[in-house]
């Protein structure tokens, strides 16, 4: 199903209205879900809205929150999100740190007591417009095995980079650090395919190919994949006083609390280092240097980060709108809240 960017907004931002969250939250939450399903990273968008709506209705984030801004030296701060939604916060958060960016040259700033925030990107393409560089990751739930380990210990805790350009262009990295999303296996799952054997691991820590003896995740490039997983979890959880490691919050256990996740957001102003122009031009460069490289064979060009993901909202916007889920359109469109009969309330995070 193909809708226009303010179709499926609109339809989102209605859903989590009916649900209970406020208009001027909603209109972020859904801002932001468009931002990635137009960019192609679907796992982060429309897709989402009926877990969100769930949540919303039963309790789990606090829709009129009290949001406290500490700041604790000319360059860091602590940002308390009140287990609002984590979209809301962090985007606040970053508001806020480009700011303190902006008047002392770096900002760290750490965003503790929050909810999912979705797609990192959306976060650094907001210091890039800014001029900004940043830098942001987050916790989410344990699905993750530790390399060599038979158990889940971190969460699939994504990185974002950004940074501007001298043309527009704007360099956005933005993973996460296991080899694939829980949402691709449950694709696999529902289509009765194979996993290639090194997204996934069973009970004994054993890699499978079998969807449904998923027992963890595999960190991306095995041990230097885990270190990564663990510097997330060590600056936005360890040390922001929130739970860490195998204690985050499952995204689907009582629906009805808060989360407590954390996020670590880094902002730089290039004035402070290089200068903006030079950095602009450097940045230019890297794109240009990178994208005249002869290709590989089976590749057509060597892109940046974020490249494809502009690529695809052109594609997209050019070919009748954004490709969105007939069932998740469905609900869309449905009069419900959220479905009682598929709860998302089912304390297991390996479930379909
Ligand atoms: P991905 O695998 O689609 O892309 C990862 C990175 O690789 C991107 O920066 C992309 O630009 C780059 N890339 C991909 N193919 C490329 C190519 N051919 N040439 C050059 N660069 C290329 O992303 P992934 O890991 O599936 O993550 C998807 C989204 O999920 C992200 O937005 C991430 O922030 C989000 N996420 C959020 C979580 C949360 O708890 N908030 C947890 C996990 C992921």
């Known amino acids: 199903m193909k809708l226009s960017r303010d179709e ?21 939450v859904s801002e932001i879900l468009t931002w990635s399903d137009e960019r192609g990273y ?50 606040y958060a970053m508001e806020k740190a480009i700011d303190m960016a902006k008047e002392n040259g770096v900002a760290i700033v750490g965003v503790k007591n929050i909810a999912h925030s979705g797609a990192l990107g959306y976060y650094t393409e907001m210091a890039a ?38 043309d527009g262009r704007k360099v956005i990295f933005d993973m996460a650090t296991t080899v694939q999303a829980w949402g691709k296996i449950l694709d696999k799952r529902a289509r009765n395919l194979e996993i290639p054997s090194d997204w996934a691991v ?26 990564l997983m663990m510097l997330v979890d060590v600056f936005s959880g ?39 122009d030079a950095f602009k031009q450097s940045m230019s460069q890297v794109c240009d240097e990178l994208g005249e490289m002869k290709p590989a064979p089976g590749f057509d060009k060597v892109n940046y980060p974020g490249e494809r993901a502009v690529q695809r ?15 998740v359109y469905e609900y869309l469109i449905s009069d419900k809240v959220h479905s009682y009969s598929k709860s998302y309330d089912h304390k297991n995070r390996f479930a379909d």
């Open 129 to 166: 417009d800014a001029d900004m560089t940043a830098i942001t990751f987050c916790q989410s739930d344990p699905m993750a095995v530790p390399y060599g380990g038979t158990e889940p210990y971190y969460g699939t805790n994504p990185i974002s980079f950004g940074a501007p350009t001298a």
């Open 238 to 276: 360890v040390l922001l006083g929130v739970p860490f490691g195998k204690h985050v919050s499952s995204m689907y256990h009582d629906l009805s609390e808060g989360r407590g996740l954390g996020q670590l957001i880094i902002v730089m102003d290039p004035n402070r280092f290089v200068g903006l």
């Open 313 to 327: 909202k052109e594609k997209q916007m050019a070919t009748g709108g954004i490709d969105i889920a007939d069932d």
């Open 42 to 91: 679907h796992s982060h968008g429309a897709v989402r809205v009926e877990y969100y709506s769930e949540r919303i209705a039963k309790g789990g984030w606090t829709i009129n929150p009290d949001f406290k801004w500490d700041v604790t030296g000319p360059c860091s701060a602590i940002f308390d999100g009140d287990n609002a939604s984590g979209y809301v916060a962090v985007k």
């Open 8 to 28: 499926l907004k609109g339809l989102m931002k209605n859903k989590m209205m009916k649900a209970g969250l406020p208009e001027d939250q909603a209109e972020i």
């Open 202 to 227: 069973d009970e004994e820590g054993n890699p499978v190919t079998d969807p449904h003896k998923v027992n963890a995740l595999m960190p991306i490039a095995g041990a230097k994949g885990y270190g």
